[in-house]
Structures are given as structure tokens and as C-alpha cells.
């Protein structure tokens, strides 16, 4: 760890203590439903701005902080109240670092980064707070994925609630607003700043019918059979690739165009040898997200069981970054290339927040990687 | 009918009886049949089996549409003898009576499930497919049903004499009914029935969804699932872990799920019109599996309604562990398919909201009992995800 992060690492570790006197009792109140959030001092974004300025990360609470990353200092600080801490939550930068778009609760907020001035606050969400899933829970409102276009006159929102807007700024209107079954799968822009995926079906948001078109894609049977259902998607620095994550420790490399898998790893073991049927569900561990290197040859994966892992693009192997006592639910790779974030929450409820230099991850990959459960392309697949 | 081709009639017979069961054939083309009646022929001279002269004898046809409230129509004998199922005040029980109602609710339950055996395998006889399906090669040969009296849940199990096994405690909730399956003891129904369940003839129907789960097992299959549940049970449990089974793998050769109508549906999952964003049945992006509120022919599923048998969000229910989750989906998942496939055939999907047929509806249940027209046809999704796992069960049960 170098000065800056060490000084860093101190700092965060400040807020955590702090955070950790203020924690709402209020959410010890008993409620009428089964809800599914994080508990409020849990991490549930970061995103690195892109010159590496700023470093923007929001709290299932509702809290919203800004570090300048070369004071480790505040420069924005904002909360906002809710009636449960959130499950999701996303911030994400546009291309020139003009705006902050912050999507907490049902609104998205987005800030003048000149003078952090908040600009505009968008409802992309749906009105009621709490969000009921078929399996008798309810969710917060928030949202699943939140990005900006190339050009940074989009924004792209999908709330829990699955109402997919994208936000012209220019416009100041919606050109995309609609309610789209009731599992939000996450979702990217593809390069053409036309096209919005999930890895298997693509939205064009200049022809909404029908909304989501189904691809063909070539899949590998070696994921098709072991990893399970996806449950986090990052696309590579120019959006011609696509990785997505699964809740069996598995990345699939996609074309971002025709879906077809490029190469399919599992990090570590699904499920212990021996088990099989219905037992396999005790061992689900989701990747709850993952995030390429600048050079797309490297994906940065974080999981349910607080491990942080490396995989080489190319080759599959692997390495072990860190292991946090907690879920993770978020990591960035900074895109000028100097460090890797994560965030979650420990056992005990207290925020995960941590860096790690680039430097620091090579040197680990260059002693300490290790081959995949199983690496397989489309020559190898069986 | 033999007089008058190209009709014919076709079904078991015993000279013993005064009533039996036949089925209507039409061969204008090729010998086919053409759909299931009730023919309740009173038996006035033949000339042996399978050579009845039909233009002598008095015959009543009834349509095959489904009676809400059974009347039973033939002997308990007359039936036992053509399907392979027997009851416990039969065979010396005579503490375990059934009434002459509830075995009227046995028999449709039976027969319903015989004439979707009978779609599906193109058999001659409803009879023929049940016990094909359901009976034949076990031991004994017929499927028990035993009645408990309603006082207690602990409920004893007594066996034939002849057959001489041990008594079975089991617990079955008053009013309820419970299917065992276990190894080395017939394959039984106890109903611990004061008075008949709300549904009893889905409820029968439901507890031989189990039975179909437990004859549907492969037992030399590499997953414990398949080996030990039953391939109908290893269906939902893929939906439930999000990993297929070695059956139902999309990576097979056939896919079982190749080129359907609901083309996202896969093994891991049931998909409405809206592809992945719209889930039926499996698990949620956020990692929670569900059985789905959609699509039943009946809901919501927190009371018992007749295409429900075992609604997750029922009080009783609530705590139940993973395994019986996916065995009771499994045993509702039976109970629809058997409903739409008797009145949908050949299937159709994607064509009306919320359907005419039984079964599996087009409509959402949340909290609503009435239910409510969902157009992205979450109920063709689930029928047409159940053909595809019944085909695949018959292909490799061999039936």
C-alpha cells in the first residue's frame, strides 16, 4: 500500500468509525413485510471519475460522498432520507467529468462537478418506496444500473422496479420511459450510444417495439452447464465487450453485438465435489460485480463471501486480492490505471470500503495467480 | 358403432362386471383416436373380449369436460379393476372406509390424469396410460388409497395382509392428504379426511403428481435429484438452483428447450413474453428464487385454491424446507399441466388472455383471488415449459 492510500485507508477507516455511532435505530422498527436491503452503512457503489480526480460512492443509508483523490478529502457530501436503506444504488460519471449522476432511492440526481451545484433531480424510479418480488419480499426502490452514453447527453437508469428510462439532457425529457417485466437484469450501452444490452437481448432506444430483441448467441456449454443465472454485467473500455458474472463464481466474456461467449471462467469451485441436485443452491455465492482494467486485459470480480479476485482476460487464471469478512457488492477499477476500489459490509454491519494500488494488484498476479475451476473458449468448449 | 364404420370402440371389458369403459375411435384415415368418452355400456351378451357387438347393447356417452362436483358413476370394483388403484376398505382395512363420494373423487382425479397420459402418449385407452405411466412393473401392482378419519394428524398406515408390511406412521394434517412413496412399501395416497378437502379431485390429482414424480426417477443417473426424486422433481430443481440437471440440460443434443414459442424459457427458468426481464418461475437477479404468483389456474398463494395444493405463502407452509418446496411445485406444476393438457390439445400459446381451458391461466394471482388478465401470458409460458419437461420425461422414462 503506498502514502496516498495508506493515508487513504486511514481516512476511510475515520468515516467508518464515525459512520458507525450514527447508524438510524430507526430501522430497527419493526416492519409489516419481508424486505431484502443492505444494512445502511454498506457500500453499494463506486465509481472512479475518469481522469481519476474523484472517487464517488454511495451508502445503502442514502448518503452520497465524493473523495478528491489526491487529498483524500471530501468534497461532496449529501444524504438522503429514506424510509429503508437501500439493496441498489448507483453512481456513475460522465465521459468529460462535467456531471456526477447519483441514482439514490427513486431519483437520480446529477451534479455540476465545477461547482458541485446539484442540477437536476430525474424520478427514473416508480413512486412507491418498497418494490414486491413474487417470492413475497419487498426491495427498496433503487437502482440496478445507471451510465451515462459516450457522449454524456444520455443517461441510462433501471430501477428495481424495472421502469428503464435514459434521460436526455438536452432535451431535459425522457426518450426512453417504460416498465419492463419484473426481474431487472442488468443492463449496459453498447457502443453505438443506440443500442442498451443485457447479454442476451439489446434495446434500441430509437425503435422501442419490440423493447427488447432476443439475440441468437453462440453460448458455451461449459457455462451453460455449471455457472447459473447471471447476476452482474460490466462492458470493456470502448463497449465492443461485454463480461457478465453469475451466482455460481463464473465470467463470460461476450461480444457486446451477437452475445456469443468468447471465452467462459469459473473462478473457483461452484459447489464442492460430491454434490449434486437441489444441495448446489447451499453454495450459491454471487459475483455482485465486476469491472475491466483500462487495458480490458484484466477483470476485476467481487463476491457475496467478500473475496476480491483478479481474472487474466486471455487465460483465465487467477488471483486472490483480498478476502473482506462480508459481502461486497461493488468494485471499480480506476481508469487512469492507479488503483482498484471495493465496498460492502462486514458481519457486524459496518462499511467495507478499501483501495488497492495497481501495482500492488500485478505484483500479486505475478506470484500468486492460479489456474480456474475451469477456462474454456469456443475451441475448447465440450 | 361396429355397425357403423368408420367408428369403433376400443376398451377393457370383464364379463363380470355390469359396467364398463370405452373409448370412442375414429379410423376414416388411420386408425386414431379421436377423444376420450365415458361410454357406460350396460352389459347385455357379447362375444368375448375386445368383440363387443356395441348396436346390441344400451350405451351413454358423456364428454370428457370437467365436473366441479363428481358424482361417482361406476362401482369402486369396476374402476380399481381398470385403473390399477385399490382401496383400503377393499382389501380387508374396514376401519379405513371410504365413502361411496370420496371414491367418486378418487376415480375422476384418476381419470383425469389418464386422459392426459392418454394425449400424450396417443394411447388407446386413458386406463392404459395411467397404469403404463403410473403402476406398471411396481410392486404391488396398483397404487394404495388409504383413508384416515379426520380425529388426529398422526396417522397410521395398515397394508393388505397379503401384502405383509408393516404399518407406516405418517402425519397428515386433518383435512389433507399425503402421498408415500418409500422403498419397499406400495405407493400410497392417505387422505386424513373427516369431511373431503375443499378440492378433493385436485387434491387427489395433486398427490399423484408425487407419485408421477417418484415413478418419473432414473436411478442410474450421476445427480442426486434424478436418482432419488424423480426427473419431474429435478425439473423445478434446476429452476431452484439455477443449475440444470443432466435431463434437461440446454447443452443436450436434442435441447429439450430448443425453438419455443417462450424462446428465453430455459431449464433454470421460466420466462414470460418479456424474456429475462419477465420471470415466471426461477431466480431473480437478486439471487431469490421464485415459484411465481402467475400463471396458476387458480390463486392467490396464500390460501388453498384448486390449482394450488400447496400455496407457498399458505400459514402452514411458510417454514417449509427447500426440498419440499420444489417437491410440492413440482406436485402443483403436475396438477396444472394434467388440467390444460386434457383441455388444450393440440397446445396453444400466445393466443388468448387469459384462456378458456383448465389449468394453467394467463393471469396474475398477487394477492388477488379473482385474478387479473396478464397479457405477457405467464400461464402458456408455464404449459409450454411443462411439455417440453414431459416430453423429455416420456422420451427418457421410456413410456
Known amino acids: 500500500m503506498n502514502t496516498a492510500n495508506a493515508q487513504m485507508f486511514r481516512s476511510v477507516l475515520l468515516i467508518i468509525l464515525l459512520s458507525v455511532l450514527m447508524i438510524n435505530t430507526g430501522h430497527a422498527q419493526e416492519t409489516p413485510q419481508t424486505i431484502l436491503n443492505r444494512p445502511p452503512l454498506a457500500v453499494l457503489d463506486i465509481q472512479y471519475s475518469p481522469d481519476g480526480r474523484y472517487l464517488a460512492r454511495v451508502y445503502a443509508e442514502g448518503r452520497l460522498e465524493v473523495l478528491d483523490t489526491s487529498t483524500n478529502l471530501l468534497v461532496l457530501e449529501d444524504s438522503i432520507e429514506l424510509p429503508n436503506s437501500l439493496e441498489r444504488a448507483r453512481v456513475d460519471w460522465s465521459p468529460s467529468v462535467d456531471r456526477l449522476a447519483a441514482g439514490i432511492g427513486a431519483q437520480v440526481y446529477i451534479w455540476d462537478v465545477a461547482n458541485w451545484r446539484l442540477l437536476e433531480t430525474v424520478q427514473a424510479g416508480r413512486g412507491e418506496p418498497l418494490v414486491y418480488f413474487e417470492d413475497g419480499s419487498y426491495i427498496p426502490e433503487g437502482f440496478v444500473s445507471l451510465q451515462w452514453d459516450s457522449t454524456g447527453t444520455l443517461l441510462m437508469a433501471q430501477s428495481v422496479s424495472s421502469r428503464y428510462t435514459v434521460w436526455s439532457t438536452d432535451q431535459q425529457a425522457f426518450i426512453v420511459d417504460q416498465v419492463i417485466g419484473n426481474n431487472p437484469v442488468p443492463i449496459v450501452w453498447l457502443a453505438d450510444d443506440r443500442h442498451i444490452s443485457n447479454g442476451d437481448s439489446v434495446f434500441d432506444i430509437y425503435n422501442q417495439t419490440p423493447v427488447f430483441v432476443q439475440l441468437s448467441p453462440q453460448r458455451l456449454t461449459g457455462v451453460v452447464s455449471n455457472c447459473g443465472p447471471y447476476s452482474s454485467i460490466a462492458s470493456n473500455s470502448d463497449r465492443t465487450q461485454i463480461v457478465r458474472a453469475t451466482i455460481y463464481r463464473c465470467i463470460a466474456i461476450q461480444d457486446a453485438f451477437t452475445g456469443d461467449e468468447i471465452a467462459g471462467y469459473q473462478i473457483t469451485p461452484g459447489w464442492p465435489e460430491g454434490i449434486s441436485g437441489i444441495a448446489v443452491a447451499e453454495y450459491m455465492n454471487p459475483i455482485w460485480d465486476v469491472s475491466w482494467s483500462p487495458d480490458d486485459r484484466t477483470i476485476i470480480a467481487v463476491d457475496s463471501l467478500g473475496a476480491v479476485r483478479v481474472v487474466h482476460v486471455a487465460t483465465g487464471m487467477v488471483t486472490l486480492i483480498a478476502q473482506q469478512d462480508g459481502p461486497l457488492y461493488v468494485v471499480d477499477w480506476a481508469d487512469d490505471n492507479s488503483a482498484i476500489a471495493y465496498g460492502g459490509n462486514t458481519q457486524a454491519e459496518a462499511a467495507i470500503f478499501a483501495t488497492v494500488s495497481v501495482a500492488e494488484v500485478e505484483q500479486l498476479m505475478a506470484t500468486e495467480a492460479r489456474q480456474p475451476e475451469f477456462a474454456i473458449t469456443p475451441a475448447t468448449d465440450r | ?399
Open chain 2, 1 to 399: 358403432l361396429g355397425q357403423n364404420p368408420p367408428w369403433y370402440a376400443q376398451g377393457s371389458y370383464s364379463a363380470q362386471t355390469a359396467w364398463n369403459t370405452i373409448v370412442a375411435y375414429n379410423n376414416t384415415s388411420a386408425p386414431r383416436y379421436v377423444d376420450t368418452f365415458w361410454l357406460y355400456v350396460a352389459h347385455n351378451g357379447t362375444q368375448g373380449y375386445g368383440n363387443i357387438y356395441v348396436d346390441n347393447i344400451r350405451f351413454t356417452c358423456v364428454p370428457n369436460t370437467p365436473t366441479p362436483t363428481p358424482t361417482p358413476t361406476t362401482t369402486p370394483t369396476a374402476v380399481a379393476e381398470t385403473y390399477k388403484i385399490r382401496f383400503s376398505n377393499e382389501l380387508g382395512q374396514t376401519a379405513s372406509g371410504w365413502s361411496s363420494g370420496e371414491i367418486g373423487y378418487i376415480e375422476t382425479g384418476v381419470q383425469i390424469v389418464g386422459e392426459a397420459f392418454q394425449i400424450q402418449l396417443n394411447a388407446p385407452s386413458p386406463q392404459n396410460a395411467f397404469n403404463r405411466v403410473m403402476v406398471n412393473g411396481a410392486d404391488p401392482q396398483y397404487i394404495y388409497f388409504f383413508k384416515a378419519d379426520g380425529t388426529s394428524s398422526s396417522v397410521t398406515i395398515v397394508y393388505p395382509p397379503e401384502l405383509n408390511k408393516p404399518n407406516f406412521a405418517v402425519n397428515v394434517t386433518a383435512g389433507g392428504c399425503l402421498t408415500v412413496n418409500n422403498n419397499g412399501l406400495p405407493r400410497t395416497i392417505v387422505c386424513n379426511w373427516a369431511t373431503p378437502a375443499q378440492y378433493p379431485v385436485h387434491a387427489i390429482v395433486h398427490e399423484l403428481g408425487h407419485v408421477f414424480t417418484n415413478r418419473s426417477i432414473i436411478a442410474n443417473s450421476t445427480n442426486i435429484d434424478e436418482s432419488t426424486r424423480g426427473l419431474l422433481y429435478a425439473a423445478i430443481a434446476s429452476t431452484y438452483s439455477g443449475i440444470c440437471t443432466p435431463a434437461f440440460n440446454n447443452a443436450n443434443n436434442p435441447n429439450p428447450f430448443a425453438e419455443m414459442v417462450f424462446d428465453v424459457s430455459r431449464c433454470e427458468s421460466i420466462n414470460d413474453s418479456r424474456g429475462q426481464n419477465g420471470i415466471v418461475m426461477g431466480r431473480l437477479v437478486g439471487g431469490a428464487w421464485v415459484r411465481g404468483e402467475r400463471g396458476w389456474g387458480s390463486g392467490p398463494d396464500n390460501i388453498f385454491t384448486e390449482f394450488q395444493q400447496h400455496p407457498l405463502d399458505f400459514t402452514l407452509f411458510l417454514n417449509d424446507p427447500p426440498d419440499t418446496v420444489v417437491d410440492e411445485t413440482a406436485a402443483d406444476m403436475f396438477l396444472n399441466w394434467v388440467y390444460r393438457r386434457r383441455t388444450n390439445n393440440p397446445p396453444t400459446y400466445r393466443t388468448t388472455v387469459p384462456g378458456i381451458w383448465e389449468g394453467f391461466r394467463n393471469q396474475e394471482w398477487s394477492n388477488n383471488g379473482g385474478g387479473s388478465d396478464d397479457f405477457n401470458y405467464p400461464g402458456d409460458a408455464r404449459f409450454e415449459w411443462m411439455n417440453r419437461v414431459m416430453n423429455q420425461i416420456f422420451t427418457l422414462k421410456g413410456w
